[in-house]
């Protein structure tokens, strides 16, 4: 148990680096929903491709991409843009947002068992 912890806790703070960088080069909110699209995708595909190998799931899944996606932030940024009197972009940007990752997840995981690659 202590190593699979090791394993989430060590994979969420690279996973948190990788989403400040990414936030503070490309700018809130449009970078939160960028990455979490691109970690829906990513979670697909190791959903798939993890199914055999799940000792590198704690690692991967629940910690570099726990911590790479954010909706907290994601959730911060839709009420800013609400309160900003925004909000036409606060229901675009969390249309967006659900519908784009929901489409990745899906995505990853045709990618990884060979349907689209």
Not at 69 to 93: H, K
């Amino acid at each position: 148990m202590f190593w699979t912890l090791a394993q989430v806790a060590i994979g969420g703070a690279i996973g948190s680096v990788l989403r400040y960088v990414t936030v503070a080069a490309f700018g809130a909110p449009w970078a939160v929903m960028a990455v979490n699209v691109l970690g829906s995708f990513v979670m697909g595909w190791l959903f798939v491709v993890l199914a055999t190998r799940a000792t590198l799931s704690p690692l991967l899944m629940a910690g570099v991409l726990g911590g790479f996606t954010t909706f907290s932030a994601f959730s911060l940024d839709a009420l800013r843009l609400w309160q900003a009197d925004q909000p036409v972009q606060a229901v675009l940007y969390v249309g967006l947002s659900v519908g784009l990752s929901l489409l990745a997840v899906v995505l990853g995981a045709a990618f990884a068992k060979g349907a689209l690659g």
